[in-house]
Nanobody, 114 residues
Framework: QVELVESGGGLVQPGGSLRLSCAASRSIFSIYVMGWYRQAPGKQRELVAQMTSGYYADSVKGRFTISRDNAKNMMFLQMNSLEPDDTGVYYC???????????WGQGTQVTVSS
């Protein structure tokens, strides 16, 4: 069973930066599409960025960058110029299209507030 573990969340002031990390328990990047989702209070979970497609939500374009280190089985989300609307729980996601199977991490809280 593959596990995904996020880290790097926290409290940051508007305009600040955070770098989220997602560690996979084994090598899966070649068979799973990796991405970051977030869920703000009272809202549905939304896709923020995805590796294979290069997708970024309109609200984060130009501010967030998704990347990965294949050798370390890690994925990252660099978040700059953070805004209060970026507040939420951020989840690492791995999706396998051939089986429609997906994995989730436990989430990491990001709070943007002065």
């Amino acid at each position: 069973q593959v596990e995904l573990v996020e880290s790097g969340g926290g409290l940051v002031q508007p305009g600040g930066s955070l770098r989220l990390s997602c560690a996979a328990s084994r090598s899966i990047f070649s068979i799973y599409v990796m991405g970051w989702y977030r869920q703000a209070p009272g809202k549905q979970r939304e896709l923020v960025a995805q590796m294979t497609s290069g997708y970024y939500a309109d609200s984060v374009k130009g501010r967030f960058t998704i990347s990965r280190d294949n050798a370390k089985n890690m994925m990252f989300l660099q978040m700059n110029s953070l805004e209060p609307d970026d507040t939420g729980v951020y989840y690492c996601n791995a999706y396998r299209a051939d089986t429609n199977y997906q994995l989730w991490g436990q989430g990491t809280q990001v709070t943007v507030s002065s």
